[in-house]
Structures are given as C-alpha cells and as structure tokens.
C-alpha cells in the first residue's frame, strides 16, 4: 500500500486535521497550524519528529510531503497529547509540487489528512550538545533546542542563513538559546558558514545539523578531518536538498511494464514514478526510511541515501528512488 492510500506506510490510519492558521515567517516560507476535526488533543511526539502532509492530486495518487513539527515553547512537553502541530513550508519553485500547493490552494477553514508523527532523526543526547541549522532546516533544530532547554542541558545552537530577512523563529530562539544562540549571515559576513572552527572548539561531541546538502557535506568533512567518531553527527535532509545536487535529466526504462518514462531535470525519480501511477511505496522522501527501493538492471547511479550499505548499492544494485538519480541518460529498473 503506498503513503498516498488511507493508511501511512507501516503505520496506523491517517489523522484528519483542520488547517487553523496560517501565517507568513519570510517571503518564501508559511507556517502552519493544524488542529484535531475532533477536538481530541492529537498524538505527542519527540523533538527531531515529522508528519508527511497527504495532498490530493485529481485522478492520481496523494501527493505526500515531510515537514518536521516545529515547537519552540521549553514549558510544552511534546511527548504529551498536543492541542496542535505546527510546520513551517518553504516554497519550492523547482519541487515537484507539493510546496507550491500548501502555498497557493490550502487556506484557513481547510482539512488535510496527515500521518501520525515519525521520528527519524531522535534527539538522543542530554547534554553538552552543539545543534547547526541552515535555512529552513532550523524547524526540527529548534524543537531540539526547546526539549534541551525544557531539561536543563546544556547545548549551543549555530544558526545560518543567507539574509536575516529568512532567519525565521530568531525571536523565539533568542529566547530559548540566550547567548548560546550564534546567527551567522552570508549576505552580511561575504561567505557561508565556515564549521571546521565549530567542530573545533571542545572536541567531539554529539552535533545535530539539518540543512542544505552543502552544509551537511562540510560537516560530515570537517568531523572526518579532525578524527571524530563516525556516530557523533546526525543529520537530517529535507525536501529538494534531499535530492542531492541537480542533474540534467535522464530516460528510465521499466523493464517489466515496458514503458520509457523521462526523469525531468532536477526532478526526483520518486516523483515521476507517482505522477506515472507507478505504485511505489514510500515514507519519509529523504533517503532514510529505505521503503522506495528500487532495483536497478543498467545504468549508473549517483546514490544520496543514508540507510543503504555498499553491498546493497553495488551488488545488489538498488537505489532509493526518493533522493538518488542516475549518473548518466538512461536507468533500466526492475519494475
């Protein structure tokens, strides 16, 4: 059954919701508040949790959307039943949709079916915690930082964007962090965040980043450079950045149903898949979860997941269709 059905992929029936607020944060990004039809408080979740939003496509499957559910107030223990859930939409001109219809058809008064709250991406350590955020990737780094907050750990919270004008939550986060908050702008500095003096100071330690692919790159580098354990950054990718960098489009070949499909440039695989009613399943769309596997029978594969192995990806030749693409201008799949 795929994520676009009335059930969530592996989990219990999709929750009915009623958008009640919705409410600009920066020029490109919504935030979004969603409430029980029922009145029933719904299901608590953990800092570092998500939703995917279920968006309804005529004559075709849902389109389904991640977004991590966002709470900046140390006093609300979010593992209690919640009155709502909040989450912040960047648009997404180049995406494949999903982010352009929450943005321009979903209003106030509106119902939506989500899925009860996943978390792949745990906040796992008590104290003496660095959190890193990048642009939109602030949402699940902000919750972190309000659960440390609500435990009385300590944690540092570095925060980088390309305008201030885009640094949505600064307030709340000045208010949780105090001065362990650090707000790095490139428009202001001249040049993106540099991390390797980040990862410097103190030594390893548990670090939580969420951002662009680029960032998470230099991250994963940097700990590389200075011999941290391979355990100490967890990271977390989110819509077109877990899609890895761009690439100029490329012919897939479903071997089994003898169709030639075109994977448009930038677009994922996933994506065409479901607009070309191939039933695949799926779940968190970045490169987590490992449910939209697919085999490859020819072609190369540039791979940007992060739960397949080597063998898996070379012996077995399967990639995960969410976020990995071909290397080349033609895949042919097992499907």
């Not at 969530?8 to 009623?18: F, N, Q, T, Y």
């Not at 070949?253 to 009613?277: N, Q």
């Not at 791979?303 to 201008?329: F, I, K, P, Y």
Request: charged content about 25%.
């Amino acid at each position: 059954m795929s994520a676009g059905r009335e059930q969530a992929v592996g989990g219990p029936p999709l929750l009915d919701v009623r958008v009640m607020q919705i409410a600009w944060r920066s020029p490109t990004i919504l935030a979004f508040e969603l409430a029980s039809l029922s009145g029933v408080p719904l299901p608590g979740f953990q800092a570092g949790a998500h939703i995917s939003v279920h968006l309804p496509v005529a004559g075709k499957p849902d389109r389904v959307r991640a977004y991590s559910l966002v709470n900046v107030d140390p006093a609300n223990d979010t593992s209690d039943p919640q009155a709502s859930y909040r989450i912040a939409v960047r648009r997404d001109e180049a995406g494949a949709g999903g982010s352009r219809q929450l943005h321009e058809s979903v209003r106030p008064g509106d119902l939506l079916r989500i899925s009860h709250p996943k978390n792949d991406f745990p906040l796992e350590c008590a104290h003496g915690v660095t959190l890193l955020a990048g642009g939109i990737g602030v949402t699940p780094i902000a919750s972190m930082a309000a659960a440390l907050r609500r435990r009385g750990a300590s944690f540092d919270f570095f925060y980088a964007v390309r305008t201030r004008g885009e640094a949505i939550l600064l307030a709340e986060l000045e208010s949780i962090c105090g001065d362990g908050l650090r707000l790095h702008v490139d428009e202001t500095a001249g040049h993106h965040l540099d991390v390797l003096p980040i990862l410097r100071q103190g030594g390893p330690r548990p670090l939580y980043v969420c951002g662009p692919r680029a960032m998470i790159d230099a991250v994963a580098a940097a700990a590389e450079k200075l011999g941290w354990p391979s355990d100490a950054v967890r990271f977390e990718l989110f819509g077109a950045d877990a899609g890895g960098e761009a690439h100029a489009g490329y012919d897939v070949v479903l071997k089994h149903s003898d169709r030639t499909l075109h994977v448009r440039p930038g677009a994922s695989l996933l994506d065409t898949l479901i607009d070309e009613d191939v039933d695949l399943t799926y779940d968190c769309r970045a490169g987590f979860c490992g449910l939209c596997r697919v085999k490859v029978l020819e072609g190369e594969v540039v791979h940007r997941d992060t739960c397949l192995t080597e063998d898996e990806r070379t012996e077995r030749g399967t990639m995960q269709a969410c976020v990995s693409h071909a290397a080349g201008a033609r895949l042919v799949l097992d499907l």
